[in-house]
């Protein structure tokens, strides 16, 4: 679908189309439907970024929380959404050998420990290796450092999963 068919969906339609850009919070892309037109997909995800820059701290957070462990029991026990499991399938999360799958849980529940919030990383723009060395290197985060990192991450898979959903314009070389 392009720009124009998203701007014509019903709030319903909007909300069931986009509705995990952001994983498991489709209330922010239900806050933004009622700011359409968008004149691009650009429009639409600064529409987005703009709601969740505008969040108190705690709301942030609420977003992270909203995330699964990487690699970790939802993978395991197949209940991530599909987006998450396509995404950490890419980054080779699904095929970690045993010394790996422990290492991330123990990384992960260090991470939770510290910071209160999962471990968020764009998987697509990553690989298992570089995964796990973000993950132990941002452990040394100050909070609300890592807090505005783990942001950025979930801007990053929001417009990763907008673009394989809403058509870009692409001009008519006619």
């Known amino acids: 679908m392009d720009i124009d068919a998203v701007n014509t969906l ?24 009622s700011q359409r037109p968008f004149g ?3 429009a639409l995800e600064n529409a987005i970024n703009e709601f969740i820059e505008a969040l108190p701290e705690s709301g942030k957070e609420g977003i992270l929380r909203c995330h699964p462990d990487l690699a970790g029991r939802d993978l395991q026990s197949g209940t991530l959404t599909r987006e998450s499991r396509e995404e950490q399938a890419q980054a080779g999360l699904d095929i970690l050998n045993a010394t790996e799958v422990s290492l ?10 510290r910071f209160g919030f999962p471990f968020v990383i764009c ?21 609300m450092a890592e807090r505005d990192c783990a942001i950025e991450e979930v801007k990053k898979i929001c417009h990763l999963r907008l673009q394989g959903l809403v058509l870009t314009d692409i001009p008519n070389k006619l």
């Open 10 to 33: 019903s709030y319903e339609e909007f909300v069931d189309a986009l509705g995990n850009v952001v994983e498991k919070c489709p209330i922010i892309v239900a806050a933004v439907w």
């Open 40 to 42: 691009s997909l650009a």
């Open 104 to 113: 991330m849980a123990r990384l992960n529940e260090d991470y939770k420990e």
């Open 123 to 143: 998987a697509r723009m990553n690989n298992k290796t570089t995964i796990i060395q973000q993950l132990s290197q941002r452990l040394e985060n100050e909070h």
